[in-house]
């Protein structure tokens, strides 16, 4: 296992619509294994492949409280959306930011396990909106992009002027 880099907005390759998995292979369940470990360390309930580069439909979720429960969805495929819900939202990529959002309260997905083999799932509450966010993601959608335009700016100079300022400060000499 390996924790990735993940890309932060506005990063462009957040914006590349991921391809469909061929075969689930011992390549694609290394991936969905690291992408875990990058999703628990983050520390994060979702996280989708493009969000590390990786142009594949593969998302991992955990919304459980101890951490026990990791899913992963192999080329997700929304079949229905019922209900809104409104939650406020945050993203791996989008650090530090916090929105509401408007998405379905419930929804019927349908994937491929670990094994290659289909399955059909409902999903309610939390979970609902966590695999919404994450096919997002697969889509080349971020959650910001369902914010005005301004706000959307706003978000994007705070994290560019946050990340000068992280790299400013990696680069002061140290005192002697």
Same mark, same amino acid.
């Given at each position: ?27 694609? !369940?290394? %991936?969905?294994? +690291? ?5 628990? #360390? /983050?520390? $994060? ?5 493009? &969000? ?57 997905? !349908?994937? %491929?396990?670990? +094994? ?5 799932? #409902? /999903?309610? $509450? ?5 695999? &919404? ?44």
């Amino acid at each position: 296992m390996a924790k990735l880099t993940i890309l932060e907005f506005p990063d462009p390759r957040l914006r590349i619509k991921a391809v469909p998995v061929e075969v689930v292979d011992d390549k694609i !369940r290394s %991936l969905v294994s +690291d992408l875990l470990e990058t999703m628990y #360390e /983050a520390p $994060g309930i979702g996280l989708a492949a493009t &969000q590390v580069d990786v142009h594949q439909r593969v998302l991992v979720l955990d919304i459980s409280e101890d951490k026990t429960a990791p899913l992963a969805l192999i080329n997700p495929e929304i079949l229905s959306l019922d209900g809104i819900e409104v939650t406020e939202e945050g993203c791996l990529s989008v650090p530090g930011v916090y929105e509401k959002i408007e998405r379905a309260e419930h929804i019927t997905v !349908r994937a %491929l396990d670990l +094994d290659g083999k289909s399955m059909e799932m #409902e /999903a309610h $509450g939390l979970l609902a909106v966590c695999i &919404q966010h994450e096919c997002d993601h697969l889509d080349g959608k971020l959650f910001v992009d369902y914010l005005s335009e301004l706000k959307r700016q706003r978000i994007r100079k705070r994290l560019e002027k946050s990340r000068r300022l992280d790299v400013a400060e990696s680069l002061k000499a140290p005192a002697i």
